[in-house]
T-cell receptor
Framework: QQPVQSPQAVILREGEDAVINCSSS?????VHWYRQKHGEAPVFLMI???GGEQKGHEKISASFNEKKQQSSLYLTASQLSYSGTYFC?????????????WGLGTSLAVNP | GAVVSQHPSRVICKSGTSVKIECRSL??????MFWYRQFPKQSLMLMAT?????????EQGVEKDKFLINHASLTLSTLTVTSAHPEDSSFYIC????????????FGSGTRLTVV
């Protein structure tokens, strides 16, 4: 049930791009993306509710392919502040499946 | 908005004592709140779902008598770690969702519990 995130870790130089993927074996109602910095609580980035939906937040955007049950997070022209662990959370369709299930996270380090 | 306040941020207690952690939704009402536990470099582990006015729903393997949850109002949920032991040391985080504005889940700042 737990969504699978890839890659597990990414190291970038400032200004480079990265893609983080999140895939589920179950039909999805929504996908959430969060970033957590060391010692802090996760911070909400965005939620995607519809198949094929794409959302943007500054230079961070995401897509959701409902048919493939996958979501990707795109970080463009990365900044030092983007460093942290990125988690996707998925909600299944209907009833009791609306509980958020977390992926294991992708560690992103942006170096000067 | 969707602001969640969690206190305390850090607590050190002796083995055998109990610790209460508070989670408040400041600008919205939360009929449901979630309590997580997180070990270093690991994902969030859902412990229980706190329901206003009714019993909490615990995840498999989480001891109900060990981790007492009370959700007495629409803005406050508390987690009490009873008879704490060193293995209970962890980062505890609460979250809630403002359904009216379709935000994602907002997290409290977390509580770093150290049991000595």
């Amino acid at each position: 049930q737990q969504p699978v995130q890839s890659p597990q870790a990414v190291i970038l130089r400032e200004g480079e791009d990265a893609v983080i993927n999140c895939s589920s074996s179950k039909a999805l109602y929504s996908v959430h993306w969060y970033r957590q910095k060391h010692g802090e609580a996760p911070v909400f980035l965005m939620i995607l509710l519809k198949g094929g939906e794409q959302k943007g937040h500054e230079k961070i955007s995401a897509s959701f392919n409902e048919k493939k049950q996958q979501s990707s997070l795109y970080l463009t022209a990365s900044q030092l502040s983007y460093s942290g662990t990125y988690f996707c959370g998925t909600e299944g369709v209907g009833g009791n499946n609306r509980k958020l299930i977390w992926g294991l996270g992708t560690s992103l380090a942006v170096n000067p | 908005g969707a602001v969640v306040s969690q206190h305390p941020s850090r607590v050190i207690c002796k083995s055998g004592t109990s610790v209460k952690i508070e989670c408040r939704s400041l600008d919205f009402q939360a009929t449901t709140m979630f309590w997580y536990r997180q070990f270093p470099k690991q994902s969030l582990m859902l412990m229980a779902t706190s329901n206003e006015g009714s019993k909490a729903t615990y995840e498999q393997g989480v001891e109900k008598d060990k981790f007492l949850i009370n959700h007495a109002s629409l803005t406050l949920s508390t987690l009490t770690v009873t008879s704490a032991h060193p293995e209970d040391s962890s980062f505890y985080i609460c979250s809630a969702r403002n359904q009216q504005v379709n935000y994602g889940y907002t997290f409290g700042s977390g509580t770093r519990l150290t049991v000595v």
